[in-house]
């Protein structure tokens, strides 16, 4: 593969910011912020830093208030502290020639009494997911949530407001906004998990409101054009989630709302799972909403370089997010260029504390040393 033909190695404009390729880093937890106050500390600044190369490096979903917490040793975005400590991470990133956005999370139901003192998570509605918690503890059955008032969701729609505005002081380039894998805004799109009669529930329309009144807000902190959005369509039968007949009605709405917005980018999931046999389900996502979405679209899903150059080419996607690849390649565009070989990242510590199998996997360039060493 040539590299000078490589679609995945050409810049990008993402309305006001360039990207210098269109290989860009996933949002991926890792639990490394194993901290009593949930901040980033050296190794996250080194870990994005050595990443860096990315067109754009979406971080770990960061939640915005204490209440969205569904996993152990999640940095969160509604501190000082925490705004602080990001600053290392996007100076680090900075310095090193990338871009950086953070993802905005809250996880709702899918979480534990132990992560709120003993209290409820929060949901639309009032429905176990019935999946598993990770906790101090160890993983805990969830539990079915609280329904959330209606002034709890405005209370929610300005924690998303503070945390976009949290990040644009930390120095972010801009935020994503996590409204995908069966976390709370998912949790309100979807009619198998909302099912309220109120102004957030009820219709395709009502069910989707949150998801836009936090745009609205969002873009009065700061520039609408660093917000990008992520929605995983056809996620059923994990995190809680199943599709109906709702299902590809209700995204099909928001995609084609979403293009009132001059946003950065629509970041789409291609199916984690098989649902070819799922009735109400898209089994190529990419096809159907390429069509539907004008601005600027990324696709995930355990792409490949040569699935990822193709899904350009063929104009179903402008750009390519990866995941497990960047974990154990932190120079992926470097190997890219250079079709150079790829290391396979080490699952066990995907989530473990420390540094190991974080920040020690080695570049194509170190490790070609070493093997001239050995």
Do not use: C
Request: charged share 20%; no cysteine; proline share 6%.
């Amino acid at each position: 593969m040539n590299m000078k033909t490589q679609a995945l190695l050409m810049p990008i404009d993402l309305q006001d910011i360039t990207l210098k390729n269109r290989v860009i880093m996933a949002p991926m937890t890792r639990s490394r912020a194993d901290n009593a106050d949930n901040v980033v500390t050296g190794i996250h600044a080194t870990y994005y830093a050595q990443r860096a190369g990315a067109g754009l490096i979406i971080t770990e979903g960061s939640q915005i208030s204490p209440q969205g917490v569904g996993y152990i040793n999640t940095p969160g975005i509604y501190s000082d502290k925490q705004v602080e400590a990001w600053k290392d991470v996007t100076k680090a990133v900075h310095t090193a020639g990338g871009k950086i956005f953070l993802q905005l999370w809250h996880v709702g139901r899918i979480s534990h009494p132990d992560f709120h003192n003993g209290e409820l998570p929060v949901a639309p509605s009032a429905l176990n997911p019935n999946e598993k918690s990770y906790t101090p503890e160890g993983f805990k059955e969830t539990v079915v949530p609280k329904a959330m008032a209606l002034d709890e969701i405005k209370g929610i729609i300005n924690d998303f407001k503070q945390g976009a505005k949290n990040a644009w002081d930390a120095g972010f380039d801009g935020v994503e906004i996590h409204s995908s894998n069966g976390y709370l805004l998912h949790q309100f799109i979807a009619s198998t998990s909302n099912v309220r009669e109120d102004a957030y529930g009820d219709s395709v329309e009502k069910r989707a409101r949150i998801l836009f009144d936090i745009l609205e807000a969002i873009k009065t902190v700061m520039p609408i054009e660093r917000v990008g959005v992520r929605l995983n369509p056809s996620l059923h039968g994990i995190f809680g989630m199943t599709v109906n007949d709702d299902t590809l009605p209700t995204f099909d709405y928001i995609v084609k709302k979403l293009n009132d917005y001059p946003l950065a980018y629509l970041h789409l999931s291609e199916p984690f799972t098989d649902v070819s046999e799922v009735a109400g389900a898209e089994p190529n996502i990419a096809k159907r909403y390429r069509p539907l979405y004008k601005g600027n679209l990324m696709i995930n899903g355990g792409f490949t370089q040569e699935k990822g150059n193709r899904f350009l080419k063929e104009g179903l996607a402008d750009m390519v997010s990866y995941a497990s690849l960047y974990i154990g390649n932190p120079d992926l565009v470097q190997r890219f260029k250079v079709n150079g070989p790829l290391h396979q990242a080490d699952k066990a510590t995907y989530y473990t504390p420390g540094a190991e199998g974080y920040i020690d996997y080695p570049t194509l360039a170190e490790s070609q040393e070493l093997a001239d060493k050995a």
